[in-house]
């Protein structure tokens, strides 16, 4: 089907493979922004057929034969890594041997179960009918397990699922680093437990049109122009880029409080990340992050290490404070940044504070691991579930839309995701201490609104590499350091002590 | 780069092909209403590239040596032109043949091209520059020549334009029609002079919000569901369906008149048509509209002959008047059914009356024609356009904002397809007088905001058969009758006597 001229050098001729490759992916990915934002609900069928097919495509595409042979004829000619098309060659040489494993049909499979298993994951959720979802997460399990197969050789079933989002990384150093933090942030929620009154000016009501007055202000000066973003109402936030120059978050917006404002914030690092990418990389495997953990350590810098700081607050809480007169009126600044900085044990992840958020990862770390083992069965799934909120938390889940039923990710087949939140969060702080060593103290230029400086170390560090560098050498590059999870507790410990 | 199964009889493969290029399609037509709706301005030019992939990818995959193939081993089974199956075969195969003899890079070159130029045009008409435009239209000249050679048999080249988007029609049979309309047209228009004093109640301001409330209910009384069913504001009003269930109609709302109401009624036609296709037809050639002159006699059927009609206006003129009190409380039902019925000979022939909209279209028709033969060069368009309005409807053209840079239809390679306009037309009043002959007088219906049997007898006779009878036999079905001028000039001059 490739009708790509068969002509130039073989690196001109590969390039040509891959741009039509990420071309496909484009489609894919506004297909999916659309029928998340837009689709009348009742396109959703053939909606799901036509991703199936574009995900079968370009998946049959990249991993054609003739890939392979212009991998080959450009074996030897990769040495520099230094080089960007030293890197493309290593990066495209690495997914296509992992592609290549994946029957195709089992790729278009994999993206139409996505699309009907998440359909009913949403009905099931609005009921709180876990039963009605039940034998879509057993399917998503067999599909995992079919992919697992694919890759024999690696011996932790679960580190066939981490090498997708996070090159490198294996099942044991996340449990190494989670073991390091599961008792400690136990310990810090046990000290905070006083926390949640701090909580109280949080309750809204914050009218809608003013959260996303609040929401346009903040992306505006951390320097998303409308020219190349666009910010939409979803049930779940998230962030696309189909292709250069157009950034795509969502936001979910409740009246009763300003998660919004934060998720609006954490997507904003998703965005950017993209958005700064090295354009030279568009259309290329290079094109990207290069992977889930550095990711989200960049969603979690702008969320919570800037937009949770007080400096970020001397500069935006006046306008906030203007904003919503009426609920806000009363409640100082540093009441205020108390409060959203509270730690409070809370059923949802999506809501949850600095210090809680690991312990929902880690529950779902470990669920996934015992899932997949066949330890727990997804009849057994809820009452787990449960038991160990209560371990971990303290809190007692009341249904299963607030349980097991609160993430889309199992129900989109992404297992193996959720441990990289939280090693975004150890990573963030990493990238952070670096950062704040070369420029100085930020605090006086983001109490001034001003966080270009900020976002332009960000950039000529981590973002303009896109994919080029694998995870852990490019935190070696920007911090000298392998994942180290004790800047981490050393930051928690300071500001929750 | 196919990856179908290769399973099956002759027949279910060639269904499975279908269904991949389908699928391709969808994602065009996603992507295009996504550029036109969503799309950050400065995600132009990825998205240009992705659309030409898609274009060309699809392109390939149809023209491919296995469709003819299976279209060869199919030959002779497709006898009985009633079945489904058999109707599926004559439409593909003409479709293959046609599509075979256009390089698969000439397809992605077009659609790169009408990328580029759409948005040159879009520059061009802001700024009323001819000039900056004029590379690109000549480039789409270029490209439609290169088009027109690859069917050098066909011994006139505007024929080969057409029958892209009206099977079996000539140029000769056009300029029957329309030599028959001109004279008669340019009478009315004569005769009506003093109309446009009619047209002076509909001068706003008529709040925009209040406009989009009066859509949402006439689309609700005509069917229009919001699961399935979603409007949005573009610059120039369009119908898109990018697969079942999922049916998304523009308009553009002017607060200095009511055009967006009836463009409303006009893109709702283009969307049942789709919306009430026959599901069993989808993603196959089947499963749209059967030519672009059928589609246009249905957005003029729900835009005049309902939406201009007295008694719609009986059920809904209440209803506006107390939208726009301001506006129209002093304005009476009869005198506003004469305003939106006024022959007003003007510029823009979106904005045109149902009389002087045909002279738009012989004039296009005309140049067309004109250009292609080089009879008529790019540089002297704009004013060769500006004598020829003055000689049809008495306009002298300002600017080539208001000329010339109006339509959107050159710029993204559309030439042969305005004549369809007026030739749909003609063909909705000889539908029209079936539907009333055999349903009997609609008025009484329309006058309570029930238009649920002629929407139901259009499904029945027209809509549901999608593209499974050509454009001509589809209409000999119907009305017993060819192509015929006759009933629409009757209908004129009955109602603009």
Redesign the interface.
């Known amino acids: 089907?490739?009708?790509v001229?068969e002509t130039g050098s073989s690196l001109e001729r590969l390039k040509r493979i891959l741009?039509?490759v990420a071309?496909?992916k484009?489609?894919e990915a506004?297909?999916d922004w659309?029928a998340r934002?837009?689709?009348?609900?009742?396109?959703?069928?053939?909606?799901a057929?036509?991703s199936?097919?574009?995900t079968?495509?370009s998946h049959?595409?990249f991993i054609?034969d003739d890939v392979g042979e212009l991998l080959g004829e450009l074996e030897g000619t990769d040495g520099d890594p230094e080089s960007d098309d030293g890197a493309l060659l290593r990066v495209t040489r690495r997914l296509w041997e992992r592609a290549r494993r994946v029957p195709?049909?089992l790729a278009?499979e994999m993206a139409r179960a996505n699309g009907v298993a998440v359909a009913a994951w949403d009905r099931a959720k609005s009921a709180s009918d876990f039963a009605s979802f039940a034998p879509h997460l057993q399917r998503q399990l067999e599909l995992k397990h079919r992919y697992i197969e694919c890759f024999s050789e690696i011996e932790t079933a679960y580190d066939v699922l981490l090498e997708d989002y996070e090159e490198g990384m294996t099942t044991t150093e996340v449990v190494r680093v989670f073991d390091r933090l599961k008792d400690e942030l136990i310990a810090i929620v046990e000290r905070r437990r006083g926390d949640s009154a701090a909580e109280e000016p949080l309750r809204g009501p914050f009218p809608v049109a003013l959260q996303h007055e609040a929401g346009r202000r903040v992306l505006e000066a951390f320097g998303a122009d409308?020219?190349?973003?666009?910010i939409d109402e979803t049930p779940h936030p998230f962030a696309s880029k189909?292709?250069?120059?157009?950034?795509?978050l969502t936001t979910h917006t409740d009246e009763n409080d300003l998660t919004s404002l934060f998720s609006t914030m954490h997507e904003f690092g998703h965005g950017i990340y993209e958005y700064d990418v090295d354009p030279s990389f568009?259309?290329t495997p290079l094109g990207g992050g290069t992977s889930s953990a550095i990711h989200e350590s960049q969603s979690r810098t702008w969320e919570n290490l800037v937009g949770r700081s007080s400096a970020f607050w001397r500069w935006f809480y006046p306008q906030l404070q203007a904003l919503f007169a009426e609920t806000l009126g009363g409640v100082d600044e540093s009441s205020f940044v108390r409060g959203v900085n509270a730690v409070r044990p809370g059923l949802i992840r999506g809501d949850a504070d600095e210090v809680t958020y690991g312990l929902h990862i880690i529950l779902r770390f470990e669920l996934e691991q015992e899932l997949l083992a066949g330890s727990v069965s997804v009849g057994e799934l809820p009452e787990v579930w449960n038991a160990r909120m209560q371990e971990y938390l303290g809190v007692d889940v009341p249904d299963d839309a607030r349980g097991v039923l609160q993430d889309m990710h199992w129900a989109v087949g992404l297992f193996g995701y959720f441990p990289t939140y939280q090693l975004g969060n150890v990573v963030s702080v990493q990238i952070w201490e670096k950062a704040v060593a070369d420029l100085g103290d930020l605090d006086e230029a983001f109490s001034r609104g001003d966080f270009s400086s900020l976002r332009e170390w960000l950039r000529e560090h981590v973002y303009r590499h896109g994919s080029k560098y694998p995870p852990r050498d490019l935190l070696r590059r920007v911090t000298g350091s392998d994942l180290d999870p004790d800047p981490y507790l050393r930051y928690l410990h300071a500001k929750f002590a």
Do not use: F, N
Request: negative net charge.
């Open positions: 089907m490739s009708v001229a741009g039509e071309d496909l484009h489609a506004v297909l659309d934002v837009s689709m009348p609900p009742a396109g959703a069928e053939a909606r057929e036509a199936a097919t574009l079968r495509l049959g595409r054609a195709s049909e278009g409308v020219s190349s973003w666009r189909p292709g250069v120059g157009d950034i795509r568009a259309r």
